[in-house]
Nanobody, 124 residues
């Protein structure tokens, strides 16, 4: 079992930055593919970014490519999502998720472990 806890959300102006963290316990994240998803009010949960277990492969949604970066800190069993040049449309609850699959999936139902989410609000 893997327990995930997100932190780092908050309120920021458009153009600003935030760094989300996903701390894991129970198992080392080094053997899991980890993804970030987000869900805006009234919308479906959507894929944001993911890092393959080996950390050599990452993948981003087109909407965040070039602005967001996913990175692992294996020593701290943590995965970060650095978000730059934030836009009001990035406003959502952001979730960290993990899966034992050895490939990157953009489908939320492929991830068996989820954190509780952290709110990100970007004001215009």
């Amino acid at each position: 079992q893997v327990q995930l806890v997100e932190s780092g959300g908050g309120l920021v102006q458009a153009g600003g930055s935030l760094r989300l963290s996903c701390a894991a316990s129970g198992r080392t994240l080094g053997t899991y593919t980890v993804g970030w998803f987000r869900q805006a009010s009234g919308n479906e949960r959507e894929f944001v970014a993911a890092s393959l277990w080996s950390a050599r492969t990452t993948y981003y949604a087109d909407s965040v490519k070039g602005r967001f970066t996913i990175a692992r800190d294996n020593a701290k069993n943590t995965v970060h999502l650095q978000m730059n040049s934030l836009k009001p449309e990035d406003t959502a609850v952001y979730y960290c998720a993990a899966t034992g699959r050895t490939y990157i999936s953009t489908y939320h139902y492929d991830y068996g472990y989820w954190g509780q989410g952290t709110q990100v609000t970007v004001s215009s």
